[in-house]
């Protein structure tokens, strides 16, 4: 035994016989060694050193694979780490296919079905004076929540946090003027289908930290700019008299974003204007703030009425509806020429206040209230507040505002047109008892620089 284990080992060390290095088909197994006698000794040691060598072959081709691997990954080039969340998808330059925006699609019902006699007699509304604006005013009802932004992400519902939408009803991910303005589609700013403004409002929804989303008792949306007689909305480039009209109607179509640069949240560079909260409690109010520590105040406490408050921009390049960051084709009004719009940006479009009103009860925690954007280190709740819509107007609803509001420099409030017509308003809860709601579930997916709501 101990002669045929020194045979074997040394079989196995030096290659194998030329008549047993590869059997037919590649194989070492000419005999059975459960069947071997014996005869079969000699074989038996063959078919092994075969197998040893088979063996080292296929090592060494392994480790000349591997080699060869490991140049080749070395000669293509690294790509660069990637973000750990993804950003929001870049934007582009929408050209404004007119100076009224995009071209009017009519609502698929005549205009008349959607107005009523204003106060119900057609009474006429006074003078704005000593105001030099006029103004239109409309109050809308709450309407969805949603983990869309037609904005910031087009075609998704599974990147954005939770909105609370008003206005047209069942915004969609790729929502656009075209299929606001689509028959059928109803909104909160009107009586239903008839609605007459189907453009789409919406903000960060605001939490109790239990569970709940907070719905509005109603939002009140106020559309002011000077009158097109103004002589500040006449200017040219060379400042001659009477040449070019500056004040221009809402263009159908704009995009239009106020508050915290969701697309930059943690830097403070960039906080854009035009967003606050405030409390009022038995004719008192706080001062505003732009976060909810105003919470901390006493006419925020018990039983009081919390305000979200926007003032969106109001000058217009009037060449474009949208741009990358949906912000530099509009700038706010500042300065002393052409009512405080730049050169850039020199025409006055009415200027939009939209303030969300919601009832808070003594039981409501306010170290839990939130919005739900507010999930940035370092940011305070509330810190994140900011404000989007697009415009979807009736065109000739949209016409008699300005025509007659705006232009003749009257105080229009409750959908008052100005001209004896009124919008017919929406179902509005003056204090909402479905205040509280639980709020959705997220559809799924990544949930781009913000913990889930």
Request: aromatic share 8%; hydrophobic share 35%; with cysteine.
């Amino acid at each position: 035994m101990k002669r045929l284990t020194l045979a074997l080992l040394a079989l196995l060390a030096v290659p194998a016989a030329p008549a047993f290095a590869q059997q037919e088909g590649g194989r070492c197994d000419a005999a059975s060694p459960g069947s071997a006698t014996d005869e079969d000794l000699a074989v038996l040691l063959a078919e092994a050193a075969c197998v040893s060598q088979e063996l080292a072959g296929a090592a060494q081709g392994q480790a000349a694979r591997l080699a060869k691997a490991l140049e080749l990954a070395r000669a293509q080039p690294v790509p660069p780490p990637g973000p750990t969340s993804s950003a929001p998808p870049a934007g582009q330059w929408e050209r404004a296919p007119t100076a009224a925006g995009k071209p009017a699609i009519p609502s698929d019902f005549e205009t008349r079905q959607g107005l009523q006699p204003s106060w119900g007699s057609g009474v006429i509304p006074g003078s704005a004076d000593p105001d030099p604006v006029g103004a239109f005013r409309m109050t809308c009802g709450d309407g969805d929540l949603a983990y869309v932004d037609p904005i910031q992400y087009p075609g998704s519902d599974r990147l954005s946090h939770l909105h609370l939408f008003y206005g047209l009803v069942g915004v969609r991910p790729g929502e656009t003027y075209e299929s606001a303005r689509a028959a059928g589609r109803e909104t909160t700013c009107g009586e239903g289908v008839v609605g007459l403004n189907r453009s789409a409002y919406w903000m960060p929804a605001l939490l109790d930290g239990r569970g709940h989303a907070f719905r509005p008792n109603y939002v009140s949306i106020y559309y002011k700019r000077l009158p097109k007689t103004d002589a500040r909305c006449r200017w040219d480039e060379r400042n001659a008299p009477a040449s070019a009209n500056a004040c221009r109607n809402m263009p159908q179509g704009l995009k239009l974003i106020a508050g915290r640069d969701m697309q930059n949240p943690g830097t403070q560079a960039q906080i854009t204007r035009g967003a606050w909260f405030y409390c009022v409690k038995d004719g008192a109010q706080s001062p505003s703030r732009d976060d909810l520590s105003v919470l901390g105040d006493p006419a925020c406490q018990g039983d009081t009425k919390l305000y979200q408050v926007f003032d969106f921009p109001n000058c217009w390049d009037g060449e474009h509806l949208d741009s990358p960051n949906h912000r530099d084709h509009v700038v706010y009004s500042a300065g002393s020429t052409i009512w405080g719009c730049p050169r850039s940006h020199p025409y006055l479009i009415p200027a939009l206040h939209v303030a969300a009103e919601f009832q808070l009860r003594a039981a409501d925690d306010r170290g839990l209230i939130r919005l739900s954007s507010d999930m940035f280190p370092g940011l305070a709740p509330g810190k994140t507040q900011h404000g989007d819509i697009f415009i979807a107007w009736d065109p000739e609803a949209l016409q008699m505002l300005h025509d007659n509001c705006i232009d003749k420099r009257l105080n229009c409030a409750g959908g008052d047109l100005g001209n004896g017509w009124q919008l017919k308003s929406p179902t509005v809860r003056w204090d909402n008892p479905n205040r509280l709601v639980p709020a959705p579930k997220r559809p799924g997916g990544e949930h781009v620089g913000h913990a889930p709501a």
